[in-house]
C-alpha cells in the first residue's frame, strides 16, 4: 500500500490570482499552474493507492482552493481520496467553526495550513487556538513549514523548529511537517525525534536531490528515519518521479566516500501506512 500524504488541487485563475501566478513564474519559470480535478484523479493516483487531497486557504498569498470543492472531489472515490481541509487562522472564532463543519459536514479527515503563506505567527493565541481546536476535534494537522518563493510573509513564521513548541503544548496532534522543513531539513529532524506524533513528509524533495539526500543521511544517523513519510506535492511532482528520485539518492551519485543511503530507508518510505500513524484508519 502506498499513501501519497501531499496532493494539490486547484485550478487557475479560479483559485490562484495574479500575484500568486506571477511569483510562481518567477521562481519556476515552467511552473504548471493548477490542473483539473480529472488530471488529479488520472495521474495523482497512478502508482499510489490512496492520496490525502488538499484544500488551501491563503488569501495573504493569493491562493484558496475551498473546503468545498475538496470535499465535493474526495466524494468521487472515498475509498481512494482522503480528504483536508484548510482554515485562515487570523480569525479563530470563524476558523474553528469551519473546522467543525469540516469535520461533521464535508467528511474532510485532516487539516492543512500554511502560515508563511498565510501570513501568521504560528506561535500567535490564533495559530495556537487552531491547533487546539483540530487536537480535540482529533484531525491531524499537515503544516507547510519551510521555505516558499510566495512573497506573503516572513521566513520566520516558516522556520520548523517553531513546531516543537506546538507539539509541546498539544501531545495528542499529530503533526506532518511538509517537505522536510526544507531547507531547514536539519532544523525538522530534530523536531520529529523529540515527538511522537510529529512526522515529515518527502514530498517535493526530489526537485532537489541534494538536499534529499543530506536529509536521508542525517535522519538515519539520528535514527528518526520511521518518522518520514511519503508525499509528492502534485501536480508539482508525481509518484512515479518520487519514488525513483528516492530511489535514486544513494550516496553513489554524489561521488565515493560520500555515506550511502540504505535501501531500507527508502523503501520504507515509500510503503509507510501514514494514515494509520496520523489516527485516520
Ligand atoms: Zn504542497
Not at 72 to 89: E, K, N, T
Not at 140 to 146: D, K, R, T
Amino acid at each position: 500500500m502506498i499513501v501519497d500524504v501531499h496532493t494539490h488541487v486547484g485550478e487557475y485563475p479560479a483559485h490562484i490570482n495574479e500575484t500568486f501566478a506571477s511569483q510562481a513564474r518567477e521562481a519556476w519559470p515552467d511552473a504548471v499552474l493548477g490542473g483539473s480535478l480529472d488530471e488529479h484523479y488520472r495521474d495523482a493516483l497512478d502508482g499510489v493507492d490512496k492520496a490525502v487531497v488538499l484544500a488551501f486557504n491563503a488569501p495573504a498569498a493569493g491562493f484558496v482552493v475551498p473546503n468545498e470543492y475538496v470535499a465535493d472531489y474526495v466524494a468521487r472515490d472515498p475509498a481512494r481520496l482522503v480528504g483536508f481541509g484548510s482554515v485562515d487562522p487570523h480569525n479563530p472564532t470563524v476558523a474553528i467553526e469551519e473546522l467543525e463543519r469540516m469535520r461533521q459536514d464535508l467528511g474532510l479527515v485532516g487539516c492543512k495550513l500554511m502560515p508563511i503563506y498565510q501570513n501568521i505567527d504560528p506561535l500567535s493565541p490564533a495559530f495556537l487556538a487552531v491547533c487546539a481546536a483540530l487536537e480535540r476535534l482529533e484531525m491531524p494537522m499537515l503544516i507547510h513549514q519551510g521555505t516558499t518563493f510566495s512573497r506573503a510573509s516572513s521566513l520566520m513564521y516558516a522556520r520548523p523548529v517553531l513546531i516543537d513548541e506546538i507539539a509541546i503544548r498539544f501531545p495528542r496532534l499529530p503533526i506532518v511537517i511538509a517537505h522536510i522543513g526544507h531547507p531547514w531539513t536539519s532544523e525538522a529532524i530534530a523536531v520529529i525525534r523529540r515527538h511522537p506524533h510529529v512526522y515529515a513528509d518527502v514530498s517535493a524533495l526530489v526537485s532537489r536531490p541534494y538536499l534529499l539526500y543530506q536529509a536521508l543521511v542525517e535522519a538515519s544517523e539520528y535514527r528518526v528515519t520511521h518518522k518520514l513519510i511519503f508525499g509528492t506535492d502534485f501536480p508539482f511532482f508525481t509518484a512515479h518521479q518520487t519514488i525513483e528520485g528516492l530511489r535514486s539518492v544513494t550516496g553513489a551519485a554524489f561521488g565515493t566516500g560520500m555515506p550511502i543511503v540504505d535501501p531500507d530507508v527508502v523503501e520504507g518510505i515509500i510503503y509507510r501506512p501514514s494514515l494509520e500513524l496520523l489516527g485516520i484508519e
